[in-house]
C-alpha cells in the first residue's frame, strides 16, 4: 500500500470552512503538502514550515489523526492592524470567543512575534490572555482558568510588524509528539522528520526495512506506521480540538475507527532495527511496545556491521552520529568508512541510505550517492544521501559522495 493511500473522506459541506495552517519543520514542506493532497484537501500556499489549505473545524480533527509530517493544525480566526498592546486587545476582544471556548474551558496562549512593538515576548501572550478571559468573563459572568499548560484550549498569535493573525491550535501539544516515546535517550529524531525519511525511501511494507543504529527506535517505529497504513494520531488520547465548544466525542470515535478499519494487521516484509547500545535497544523495544508495533519489529543488539540481512532487498537505513551534537568527527571517521563498506558487502540489491549532517564526513563512505535530499534536523542542515547498491555483477562506483 503506498504512503498516503489513507482512504479519502467525503468532504461535507464547506459552508463553515475557513483557512487551515498546517506548520511542520523545515525541509518537510513537500512531504506534508503531497499528505495534505492525497487526503483530498486544496492547497493554496506554501511557506518554508507550513502549508495552507481550507477547511471545517471537523477536517481539523482528520489532519490531526491523518497527517505524518505537520507539527500543528491551526485554524485561522481573525487577521487585524496592531501597532500597540491596546490595538491587539481591542482585535483580540472583538473575536467571538464564546463560540469556541466553553464556560468550564481552560486557555492557553502559545505565540510568535516579530515586532519592534514589544520588547518582552511574554507581553503579548498575557495581553491576548486578558483580551479573551475579559471578554468570556462578560458573556459567562466567570473567570475561566488559565495558564501556560495545553491541557486546554489553545490559542496561537502571529504578530509580524503590525500585522496580527489568531488561530485555534486544534493540535494542541505538536503532532510530532504521537505518544509513543517515552525513553528518547540522547539527540533523539523526531518523529515527523522519521517519518519524512522513511517516506523519501518509498518504502512500503513489502520487502523489508533494516535499520542499524536505531537509537531510541523512532525511525523503525514510523516505518512500521506507515507500512501498516496506520494512522499515527491513534496514539494520541489528547488533542486541542477536543477542548472546544461543541466537540462530539462520538463523531470522533467513528473517525478513528474509520482510520483503524484501513490499516493493515501485519506486513509482508520485516523490520529490524539493531544498536550496539543495549540501553537504547530496550529503550527502543519499549517505544514501540507503546506505539502497538513491537511485535512488527526485529530488535536486536549488535555492531551495525553485524546487522542481519535478509534477502530479498529493500532499504537500509543509518542515522550515524555526525559530530555536531554527539561524538568526535575525527573519531567518526573510522565509522562512515565502515558503513561504506557495509553498504557494498552485504547490502548488495539494497537501497542504502545514511541521514547526516556532516558532509565531509560523508565523503568516507567512498560511495558515489544517486541522491541528496535535504533536511533540516533542529537548525542542522542535514542530507538524506541515496545509494543504489547493485546486486551481481554491476559494479558499484566508488568515488566523491
Known amino acids: 500500500m503506498a504512503e ?30 503531497r499528505e495534505i493532497s492525497r487526503l483530498g484537501f486544496t492547497i493554496f500556499n506554501e511557506s518554508v514550515a507550513g502549508v495552507t489549505t481550507e477547511g471545517t473545524l471537523r477536517d481539523a480533527q482528520k489532519l490531526n489523526l491523518l497527517l505524518r509530517t505537520g507539527h500543528r493544525v491551526l485554524y485561522f480566526l481573525k487577521d487585524f492592524e496592531a501597532r500597540s498592546g491596546e490595538e491587539l486587545y481591542s482585535g483580540i476582544a472583538a473575536i467571538p470567543w464564546e463560540k469556541y471556548i466553553p464556560e468550564d474551558g481552560h486557555i492557553c496562549v502559545a505565540s510568535s512575534v516579530d515586532t519592534t512593538t514589544v520588547r518582552d515576548s511574554r507581553y503579548p501572550n498575557l495581553k491576548c490572555k486578558d483580551a479573551i478571559v475579559d471578554r468570556l468573563r462578560l458573556r459567562y459572568n466567570r473567570r475561566p482558568d488559565s495558564g501556560p499548560g495545553k491541557q486546554g484550549a489553545v490559542v496561537f498569535l502571529y504578530w509580524k510588524d503590525d500585522r496580527c493573525s489568531v488561530y485555534l491550535d486544534t493540535s494542541g501539544e505538536p503532532l510530532s509528539k504521537r505518544g509513543y516515546r517515552k525513553i528518547p535517550l540522547k539527540a533523539p529524531m523526531q518523529e515527523t522528520l522519521a517519518a519524512a525519511v522513511v517516506i523519501q525511501t518509498g518504502w512500503d511494507g513489502e520487502n523489508s526495512f533494516i535499520n542499524p543504529m536505531c537509537g531510541s527506535g523512532t525511525l523503525a517505529i514510523e516505518a512500521a506506521l506507515i507500512g501498516l497504513n496506520r494512522a499515527p494520531g491513534l496514539s494520541r488520547d489528547d488533542f486541542g480540538f477536543m477542548h472546544l465548544k461543541g466537540f462530539d466525542r462520538r463523531a470522533w470515535e467513528e473517525l478513528r475507527a474509520q482510520a483503524e478499519k484501513v490499516s493493515r494487521e501485519k506486513l509482508p516484509g520485516r523490520i529490524i532495527a539493531t544498536d550496539r547500545d543495549p540501553e537504547a535497544v530496550a529503550a527502543a523495544r519499549k517505544n514501540a511496545e507503546k506505539a502497538g508495533v513491537a511485535g512488527l519489529i526485529e530488535f536486536g543488539t549488535c555492531d551495525y556491521a553485524e546487522t542481519v540481512i535478509p534477502g530479498g532487498g529493500g532499504v537500509v537505513v543509518i542515522n550515524p552520529e555526525y559530530g555536531e551534537r554527539m561524538g568526535s568527527e575525527k573519531e567518526l571517521e573510522t565509522t562512515y568508512r565502515g558503513i561504506g563498506d557495509f553498504f557494498k558487502q552485504k547490502c548488495r540489491g539494497y537501497r542504502g541510505y545514511i541521514f547526516t549532517g556532516n558532509m565531509t564526513l560523508s565523503k568516507m563512505v567512498g560511495l558515489r550517492s544517486r541522491r541528496r535530499v535535504p533536511f533540516f534536523s533542529g537548525a542542522i542542515e542535514c542530507r538524506l544521501l541515496e545509494y543504489e547498491l547493485y546486486e551481481g555483477s554491476r559494479k558499484i562506483e566508488r568515488g566523491q559522495t
Open 4 to 33: 498516503g493511500d489513507y482512504f479519502i473522506y467525503n468532504r461535507r459541506s464547506m459552508e463553515n470552512a475557513g483557512n487551515i495552517v498546517v506548520t511542520c519543520p523545515k525541509g518537510i514542506v513537500p512531504f506534508l503538502s
